[in-house]
């Protein structure tokens, strides 16, 4: 590798031997994570690879077996509400509650996250415009479009400026023209404010228009790791999808029952 | 691949202050104001639920009243059977709205609104705490639908100020428990075909153990253990001397409220900590 190596100042994210099992299954086997400030970083693989339960386990929403790992220098054990207050988090499903206004939604996150009340309505218009949903503020969000959905939830991961934000498949379910709007307010959104973002995600074109650095996780365990063009050299190809298929394997899809049915609710929600 | 990174960990030291981020009160009392608000909103935007579930109450006091009321065969005192009856039916109503309110925390869960809000630094107290007091809420909707029928069918309640804010702290109080107890069931089965299934189980046992609908003292002795350890005798016994008038205690008010508080606030520290295994 051509990068300096960081120190810890510079480091948002940084998992040590972190390690999560389910009964006689290992989901995350002892892995190692260093990403930098500022980042954009992708967890790549197929289903099962053990990419959402790293994230869940960074969010504190899901306790590690093994190892540990600190978010924006708080510790994943030792501070889970430190930590907890440094990111924003968008899940693979649908987070935005339909029987609230996108307004409404944005509001029970900014008191939750203790913005002071004389900033809370500027913060909530200001985070709509930047996510260019201000049109659709008092609209049910059951009413929105599945772009509108994601840049919601976006909004209402950013709410509170956290260091470091989580985003699980965001793109999931989208057509390409909302996958776009997508992807250009999360460039908008490290450009004004320098967020660390950790995004999974099985588009490996949104991957290398996105991401700074990518992993490609197969197993539990980190097969490759790099930029994208860093990728396609090691893997000796000009395709990203040919980068997938090298270090994850053509016959990896470990797709389940639950994995299929929580996409397609996703899908079905977002319309 | 990124080397074994140990030594370049800064030390997990906790904050200072994340003890206090947990247990400030300032904190709880505004994340539980949050949830309550967002709650209250959906309620006004649709209080359709409300009206569908006043149909039973209506049932067993038009039926059931005017029926078990002929007979004179049950001892309510002073009372004439429909005072005796309507607390009864107001605390089964309310059990009715909460018991199931465990329900919406699994759909919550299976939307992704639950995940979003324990990965927020909200006191997972508060979550509870906050759909605790949402459930009494609409509870109180609900028992106003239930006291204008008792006010049409002539039974004779008490409009005394206080008499009415000791039935809306009873209200509140029974919701708050039995949706707790509910949240609680629902992090332990975890699928709502589970959960609607045990929550058909809990909820006869409940009201039939209880006082609603005819005393204690001609229950069997084994029945009149299980009617001293269910809170909803408390609740009902709290309403009958409230809410109607020559309405009496069988418990005494102060016991009737020590029980349903402190039953609450262990629920509340039971289920908080049961909530996270929710959304693993």
Known sequence: MTMQEPTSTDISIQTDRLTRSFGSLVAVKELNLVIRSGEIFGLLGPNGAGKTTTIRMLTTLLPPSGGTATVAGRSILADPVGVRKSMGYVSQMISADGALSGFENLLLFARIYGVPKVERRKRIDDALGFMGISEARDKLVRTYSGGMIRRLEIAQSMLHRPEVLFLDEPTIGLDPAARHQVRDRLKELRRSFGTTILLTTHDMDEAEDLCDQIAIMKSGVIAAEGSSEELKRQANTSSMDQVFIHFAGEFSDTTNFKDVARARRTAKRLG | ?280
């Open chain 2, 1 to 280: 691949m990124t080397p074994p990174t140990s030594k370049m960990l800064p030390a997990p030291a906790a904050r200072p202050n994340a003890w206090a981020d947990r247990y400030s009160p300032a904190v709880f009392l505004r994340d539980t104001t949050a949830i309550v608000s967002a709650e209250l909103v959906k309620l006004r935007r649709d209080p359709s639920e409300i009206f569908a579930r006043s149909i039973q109450p209506a049932l067993w006091l038009l039926v059931f009243g005017q029926v078990f009321g002929k007979l004179h065969a049950l001892p309510t005192g002073k009372l004439d059977y429909f005072s005796f009856l309507a607390p009864g039916i107001l605390a089964q109503s309310v059990l009715f709205i909460a018991i199931f309110y465990g329900i919406n925390v699994i759909w919550e869960r299976d939307l992704g609104i639950l995940q979003k809000l324990m990965a927020s630094p909200a006191p997972r107290g508060a979550l509870v705490f906050g759909k605790a007091v949402s459930a009494g809420m609409r509870a109180i909707a609900q028992g106003t639908i239930v006291y204008l029928m008792a006010f049409v069918m002539q039974v004779p309640l008490n409009w005394s100020p206080l008499a009415l804010g000791g039935v809306l702290l009873s209200i509140v109080l029974g919701a708050a428990l039995f949706s707790t107890f509910s949240l609680m069931v629902a992090c332990v089965v975890k699928t709502r075909e589970r959960f609607m299934g045990i929550g058909q189980v809990l909820t006869m046992p409940l009201f039939f153990a209880s006082n609603a609908i005819y005393p204690i003292s001609i229950m069997p002795g084994w029945l009149k253990v299980v009617a001293h350890i269910n809170p909803l005798s408390y609740q009902v016994d709290l309403l009958r001397a409230l809410m109607v008038i020559g309405g009496t205690t069988t418990f005494g008010i102060g016991t009737d409220l020590a029980i349903l508080t402190s039953t609450l606030i262990a629920l509340v520290l039971i289920t908080s900590k049961l909530y996270p295994s929710i959304v693993r």
